[in-house]
């Protein structure tokens, strides 16, 4: 059986909130699906004992008499859901029915609980955290305990050890495979929200990066694959931190003087996967980022994330000095680093796969198993960004890829492929609501 | 950074051995780095105080003093390896230092311990164990504690709930997403073997199935994406246990008499990955068997899978009262099962990945992210099945697959699509030394 | 720029039909467009002098006033054609406006003829034709002038070279590159027609066949390239006519006793390509069929294939004595061939793409430039065939091809990749209105 | 039966040449095989009566008695070749006795002549030739007449006519398809060489282009398919030749202030391709370039490709004002446009596939029917690019590419897919032995 996606999967882990004197509001409802927490949105609307709104996107109307709260929702497959329950000290607590329209005689009762998801005010004072890492991860779970929590608007400065476990100093201090600085916990992140991590900062923090000199097999021909058999060395790099340059430490005749400007980038951003789902390890990638190896995840760059779990669970690493497109050689050079990122929760927009700007572009990624899709998947990713954010119907969004699309390889060598599709913002300035995100 | 694949790293748990006059034999080492257990094959053969044989492939040679074992051992790339150890009740403990033939400057000491793995004789009195599951596991997990100890030889006679979670009563046991029956630890079985698992039986114990009629991405041109787009019903389907027959419970007008022979199947047989590496979900699959949906995996097979880690622990479940090729809903006719499986260690020799065999095929699976992928895998998985079993040149494997191969496709539905070279075993029976496994 | 694909291009070249008293009735729409005739159907219903039907595929009003005929026909996106004409001795002469509904400023004015298709009737007494090949050709073309017309209920027996071009006696008469027995004109069939080619006889006439060790690149990984690097050898193959079976004729040592039952196929089977288009070579494929080296094109087996060109244009080579799927030497056992085929015309209905159907199953083939397409092709293919034929909803198909889909690999070898959707007759034997085509 | 490639495969063309003292120089060999011709590259080194060289890449040893020629060649799978010749007004005519290694009882002897290829010195005085078009082909055949024949380093300076085949007035001269201006001969060219085609001048020449708003199949994700359902119009683009820049013509609400930089290209540039293949149609691409519709191909550019007959017939058209990558809408913004190209022969030389030079980038494309058999075919002319001209070893190629490919896709609708590796010419500037083309 095909693993069926659940996106509203997540912990409930709200804070208490006082009694609340009108329902109307985001809420976080918590059933019990067999041992494991399953999630769902609810937005209400409450006028006099009246409720409207939907449940996990089917629409609902229902009332409010005392404390007891009841509502029939419906989806357009001929299904529904009925809800009891009672209201005590801001909490919903009670039952739901579910009730398949192609299978109506099986339906499921869960027991469910709610809280209110508080509106996130603009961050009067952010912090800046001086975090310095002790442990790195090597999966991107939901059942790892947040190293920090901070609030929307704060920045982390931090490091990230390079992908083989070392740190600035050269001293390994986990295994190899991409190990994780965090994860940050992000107070009112909440699924179907998205993280905006806006990178402030990446500098590199030693003088050597290791490579290695194989082409994946993603980029051989059979042809290549022959003529390259003995590739199979690691490599190291010098980084001339002062100009700014890459050498090979051991050049071979031919590249004595062959040097490449560095462009520190970050290999991984992620956050945590639904709670039902087993934890991506940290050499995958997904809807949820993880290891995208795109190397325009730079300094002044910003990427879109969705919330899957609350607080959503930042992590990063897998530092590199530079990157050709698409990673080939398997390892870029790879580095450790110093980081500083700002974080900022958008609430109630949830972007379908990760999402980047930078000054000049838009920029919606594709991760699939092959480039054939994960091409189909960044057009798909750019052209719901493109009628979300724009407005523009089916037939604008045509027009516009097709006169002002940049597809870039980003990924060729981890399980997904990724291609990432790009659009100057200067072309799209003159559309109306042009906004962030 | 790509995640290395790491074949060797496995878990140290073999059993104390008596002192050992002789060291020649397959031994199982066991270095800690940084916190995570990673290890490797040694085989050494003992004649008088001289010592040769491999470590992890790489030739060695060197020498027993007393209780003291030392050896040089050099890969084909520049690189080496020295031990340094003392022997003492069969455990060998000591350093390896690590030099990489293309970084020599930058050297790698690790602790180790090891011991010899014991050769595996013909269960003289294989067990018939009647295991009721109480447990169900959604994660090919090498972290979970096993819930039966076999040998190899032993017979499992147990159930699977099916993949929403539904046992043969219908009761919800655990939520959905290929929950799985197991892990069952078989001793003797170590890194570097194969574990085979003979389906003596596959039963189908309870009268409905669930299915729908979506179809799935990759079935799917945009023209039948569009034409199918209010697809997205559950179907319940009735199992006629004494005819052997599914039919639809509600059939439309055209589907009345709609009737298909039942095939009882396995979707998912796996074994644990290596311990360094994220354990995948019940959805998934690779190298390591798992969500493979494959239509032959059917009582009177055999399917041969590579082992991880000691124990292999073998997980399986996700029974399928029939399919046809790729699953092409997401969902087959899903369903509990009785299962008779019988478990043998082949030792010392590793399938690249998933093998069947039927009584009139030997099965090849490739699974990677795209068919066309897929399609080079099993192609791969064959010929080198061929090269090592019936000792046939690569011209001669050529001349074989292009004469008799027969490829289908197993999947289509999950992250991995499946593909599967199948050859007649009776056009093999003339070439020499045709081999079981 | 891409090329649009006309479905409806062709050379208009109908018999003169008698003063047609009525209209009612399919026409041959022949509009001249810069030098290269542009065909379309017309379907005309005459009730009085009112006029009805559609003009390739727009429905129409219109009236017959005295000898002039006079419609307005409009499409779905806004647009439509304005047609006024005179009829005279079964021929229809006059303009055709087309108006383009995103672009009505710039309509274009075309002089057209059409006259009417004649139905065909069952054939009293077919006839079979022997005959004999003297040319053979390198292109799938409708330029070349046809060796042979025939009637729909024909037979035609003859012969083919093999790829190499070489005869029954060995004697090479043609370059190599499949060259074609045929053209045949089949009377009566005109673009959107089906043509099905009944195989009665495919019989070896000569004692050997050529094939090669190779491994073409779809097939390789990066790893299978280098072990197979050294392959690239001819291999000839003695063709046991008795006792029908293939061996090498100089078997290295593991070999010696390798024999293979024949099975004799033709690689190409096709008809024209449409008048606009380049012809193809007979190297390729597509939805005319060509060389779509399927190992089920056998004796007792039809194809179906649309029909693009008035007389379809039937071209056959490329015999295999056997191949096992997808052709993966590149060349399977390449031959010469006696040949005996029945060719019908299915009026009024146009596959779209090739067809099989054998005495147990039906088979749709999609011919895509990788698996993955071709996978999602043939799916198509045959979702269609299911809606067309037996009159399932999407849903209903869904359920069909999920339970009984037989998914196989038919083509690694050429630039299309081919896989045929198979499903078994017995199971759809109870469907509504079954329906051989 | 895969049709096989035979890369030196043209017509004998070669003008008389005074008789010939000594034999060494590059010879053009012409067989006759069944009917087509069938061509060789001989290189010959005479010293006194001995010969050395190759033929067709074979090593071949023979001797020169009078007027008689004689020499064995050998290639590297146990076959060789047998000439025997007179020479006579500089042409060599006799027999080629080609032994397979592999079937040595099956020797094929064929006729053959022979010319030896001047060598082309440095243009003194090229010409610019100011060339009307009048008639357009859609076929990149080497069976049509060449328009005009030119010498090495000669400028053409023409028209193209739009891909619906309408000219700068507008007026439509041709059907569509990309109809091509050309074919020209260049003088000098044989296959073996590589044609350099300098774009001095690209110029929109009339005020309007033709797009339309699809989206093409390779774009398309099941659910965005389903939300363009109803996109398929034309659209017009006001093409404002003063300021540079294309607005739509009758753009909706969103898209009144949507302008966008023109950027002319040429969608098509092609060389004819071998004489035994069937001519591709002129929306197909391949090796010799053909429908590339890459969107560097503009003014200052040049393009390599290789010549595969005498002369190379030289086409180009297909004119884009502007065209984001991969061509995403099947159409660009097709247009009419003024054309100047530079010539130059690059003998002895053959690039495998189209390549491209900028200003700042060398860039290798791969063409082929998926996008990732397009992005391994890209890596690997572009491999060979770098190991040719920059003498890298494999080893270094990988490091090169790692930290410096730019890899965009060009090109998404038509039957090829295509990728472009770049790579800036500044980080290559210290490599020894860079080198042009």
């Given at each position: 059986?095909?693993?069926?996606?659940?996106?509203?999967?997540?912990?409930?882990?709200?804070?208490?909130?006082?009694?609340?004197?009108?329902?109307?509001?985001?809420?976080?409802?918590?059933?019990?699906?067999?041992?494991?927490?399953?999630?769902?949105?609810?937005?209400?609307?409450?006028?006099?004992?009246?409720?409207?709104?939907?449940?996990?996107g089917d629409?609902?109307?229902?009332?409010?008499?005392?404390?007891?709260v009841?509502?029939?929702?419906?989806?357009?497959?001929?299904?529904?859901?009925?809800?009891?329950?009672?209201?005590?000290?801001?909490?919903l607590?009670?039952?739901?029915?579910?009730?398949?329209?192609?299978?109506?005689?099986?339906?499921?009762?869960?027991?469910?609980?709610?809280?209110?998801?508080?509106?996130?005010?603009?961050?009067?004072?952010?912090?800046?955290?001086?975090?310095?890492?002790?442990?790195?991860?090597?999966r991107?779970?939901?059942?790892?305990?947040?190293?920090?929590?901070?609030?929307?608007?704060?920045?982390?400065?931090?490091?990230?050890?390079?992908?083989?476990?070392?740190?600035?100093?050269?001293?390994?201090?986990?295994?190899?495979?991409?190990?994780?600085?965090?994860?940050?916990?992000?107070?009112?992140?909440?699924?179907?929200d998205?993280?905006?991590?806006?990178?402030?900062?990446?500098?590199?923090?030693?003088?050597?990066?290791?490579?290695?000199?194989?082409?994946?097999?993603?980029?051989?021909?059979?042809?290549?694959?022959?003529?390259?058999?003995?590739?199979?060395?690691?490599?190291?790099?010098?980084l001339?931190?002062q100009?700014?340059?890459?050498?090979?430490?051991?050049?071979?005749?031919h590249?004595?003087?062959?040097?490449?400007?560095?462009?520190?980038?970050?290999?991984?951003?992620?956050?945590?996967?639904?709670?039902?789902?087993?934890?991506?390890?940290?050499g995958?990638?997904?809807?949820?980022?993880?290891?995208?190896?795109?190397?325009?995840?730079?300094?002044?760059?910003?990427?879109?994330?969705?919330?899957?779990?609350?607080?959503?669970?930042?992590?990063f690493?897998?530092?590199?000095?530079?990157?050709?497109?698409?990673?080939?050689?398997?390892?870029?050079?790879?580095?450790?680093?110093?980081?500083?990122?700002?974080?900022?929760?958008?609430?109630?927009?949830?972007?379908?796969?990760?999402?980047?700007?930078?000054?000049?572009?838009?920029?919606?990624?594709?991760?699939?198993?092959?480039?054939?899709?994960?091409?189909?998947?960044?057009?798909?990713?750019?052209?719901?960004?493109?009628?979300?954010q724009?407005?523009?119907?089916?037939?604008?969004?045509?027009?516009?890829?097709?006169?002002?699309?940049?597809?870039?390889?980003?990924?060729?060598?981890?399980?997904?492929?990724?291609?990432?599709?790009?659009?100057?913002?200067?072309?799209?300035?003159?559309?109306?609501?042009?906004?962030?995100?």
């Amino acid at each position: 059986m095909r693993i069926l996606r659940l996106w509203f999967l997540f912990v409930l882990c709200l804070p208490a909130v006082a009694q609340t004197s009108n329902l109307s509001g985001r809420w976080f409802v918590s059933t019990d699906l067999y041992g494991t927490p399953i999630y769902y949105p609810l937005n209400l609307v409450q006028q006099g004992d009246k409720l409207t709104g939907d449940f996990g996107g089917d629409k609902l109307q229902g009332t409010l008499t005392s404390n007891t709260v009841q509502f029939h929702a419906v989806d357009d497959q001929g299904g529904w859901e009925d809800c009891k329950a009672t209201i005590a000290n801001g909490l919903l607590t009670g039952t739901i029915v579910f009730v398949d329209g192609s299978d109506k005689e099986h339906p499921q009762t869960r027991q469910f609980t709610a809280k209110m998801v508080p509106v996130i005010s603009a961050n009067k004072s952010p912090v800046r955290h001086d975090f310095t890492p002790s442990v790195f991860y090597r999966r991107f779970s939901h059942e790892i305990k947040p190293v920090l929590t901070i609030h929307s608007g704060d920045t982390i400065h931090t490091t990230t050890v390079d992908a083989g476990g070392a740190d600035e100093k050269g001293v390994t201090r986990v295994l190899g495979g991409n190990p994780e600085t965090g994860p940050f916990y992000v107070e009112g992140a909440y699924p179907g929200d998205t993280l905006a991590v806006h990178i402030d900062r990446l500098k590199l923090n030693r003088d050597y990066a290791i490579s290695d000199d194989g082409i994946v097999p993603r980029g051989l021909t059979g042809g290549l694959a022959i003529k390259t058999k003995d590739n199979n060395a690691n490599v190291r790099w010098h980084l001339d931190l002062q100009r700014g340059l890459a050498t090979p430490e051991k050049p071979g005749e031919h590249m004595a003087s062959y040097a490449v400007p560095v462009k520190p980038m970050l290999g991984c951003v992620a956050t945590a996967v639904n709670s039902a789902a087993a934890p991506p390890g940290t050499g995958d990638s997904g809807r949820f980022g993880g290891n995208m190896d795109f190397n325009e995840v730079v300094e002044g760059n910003t990427i879109y994330l969705p919330v899957s779990v609350p607080g959503a669970l930042l992590y990063f690493g897998d530092g590199h000095a530079l990157q050709g497109d698409g990673e080939i050689n398997g390892n870029a050079l790879e580095t450790s680093m110093e980081v500083e990122v700002t974080v900022e929760v958008i609430q109630g927009k949830r972007v379908p796969g990760p999402r980047l700007e930078s000054s000049s572009h838009i920029m919606a990624m594709g991760l699939e198993g092959s480039l054939d899709d994960a091409f189909k998947s960044a057009t798909d990713n750019m052209a719901n960004w493109l009628m979300e954010q724009y407005k523009l119907t089916p037939s604008e969004v045509a027009m516009v890829i097709g006169t002002a699309s940049e597809y870039k390889v980003s990924e060729v060598a981890d399980r997904n492929a990724g291609m990432v599709l790009k659009i100057r913002k200067d072309l799209l300035a003159h559309l109306p609501k042009p906004a962030s995100k």
